[in-house]
């Protein structure tokens, strides 16, 4: 369960982790907690699955880095085997199988587009795999999940 | 991005220390002095690069158990104000344009979060009134096969 302190910190540390040597005791001043007692309890939640990850996020296309979400038709029988060769790019972050005649979903981060092509073709060529679609990214107009925690 | 900020954004996408001074054992691990290591992370903040310092809460934590990614067909002669107004709804999470292709005319994709899948669905219904769209699919997830953060920059390092 979460306190009225835990939301407190959660909602603040969602936006804003300050860029300061003493980045836990800031955020205490806006729960009425000392930094001890923040470190200790964001620990907690992270050991907990309350918060997935903590740290700077970063823009990917100011990265140099160029995105696709990939969709594949997989034969039945093959399914295991094909996420299972997606899952081992580094690049491919999400990888799930939907309902749908396109069975098989994942986003593609690569450095360039000839990377991308490489691996839309290795992809293409393996068996089980009857069609593939690269849907390019041309605006994200959100890329944000924040929670207000009441 | 020379070969040090590189090698700080190695270093900062990985565990984040929950110690008194985070910065200082990060700037340790990359080599460089902890005053070094904020000026750089500060500037990233400044031109970009880092969209966000802060956190990310799994799903349930907001009492989210059920997603659904939902593609729509929207006309591109309004897609700015509709891709606009969808993502401003408190239960998207991810609003896309994205090319289409001869037998897949879906061009904007939204992630909806909600307690329930009928509450996602009545979202969707939501969406769809709002902006008076009616070509959509709902790609309702069977199976995670893989959820990670994106880890920049580390096929270089593994050359070297």
């Known amino acids: 369960m979460l306190s009225l302190s835990d939301k407190k910190i959660l909602n603040a540390i969602q936006t804003n982790l300050p860029l300061t040597p003493h980045p836990f005791a800031e955020l205490g001043k806006l729960a009425g907690l000392s930094e001890q007692e923040v470190i200790k309890r964001l620990n907690e939640l992270r050991d907990e699955g309350y918060i997935r990850r903590i740290g700077p996020f970063f823009d990917s296309d100011k990265l140099g880095y160029v995105g696709t979400l990939v969709a594949l038709k997989v034969k039945e029988g093959y399914m295991e085997k094909v996420a299972a060769v997606i899952n081992t790019y580094e690049g491919a972050t999400h990888n799930y199988e939907r309902k749908g005649k396109y069975n098989l979903w994942f986003t593609l981060l690569t450095q360039n587009v000839a990377q991308r092509a490489k691996i839309l073709d290795d992809v293409r060529a393996l068996p089980g795999v009857e069609a593939v679609m690269s849907l390019v990214s041309r605006k994200k107009y959100k890329v944000n999940v924040k929670f207000n925690l009441k | ?160």
């Open chain 2, 1 to 160: 991005m020379d070969a040090l900020d590189k090698k700080i954004i190695r270093t900062v996408q990985n565990d984040f220390p929950l110690v008194a001074k985070p910065y200082e054992i990060l700037a340790e691990r990359v080599g460089i002095s902890e005053n070094e290591l904020i000026c750089r992370l500060k500037r990233y903040k400044d031109e970009g690069q880092i969209r966000k310092m802060g956190a990310v809460l799994g799903h349930y934590t907001a009492g989210f158990a059920a997603n659904v990614l939902c593609a729509w067909v929207v006309p591109p002669d309004h897609m700015d104000t509709i891709a606009k107004a969808m993502a401003a709804h408190s239960a998207v999470s991810h609003c896309y344009d994205r090319t289409t292709t001869e037998d897949w005319p879906y061009n904007v994709y939204t992630m909806i979060h909600a307690r329930t899948r009928s509450e996602c669905d009545a979202v969707v219904e939501e969406l769809a009134q709002e902006n008076r769209l009616t070509d959509k699919v709902l790609l309702y997830s069977v199976k995670e096969w893989k959820k990670t953060s994106m880890r920049y920059f580390e096929e270089e390092a593994a050359v070297r």
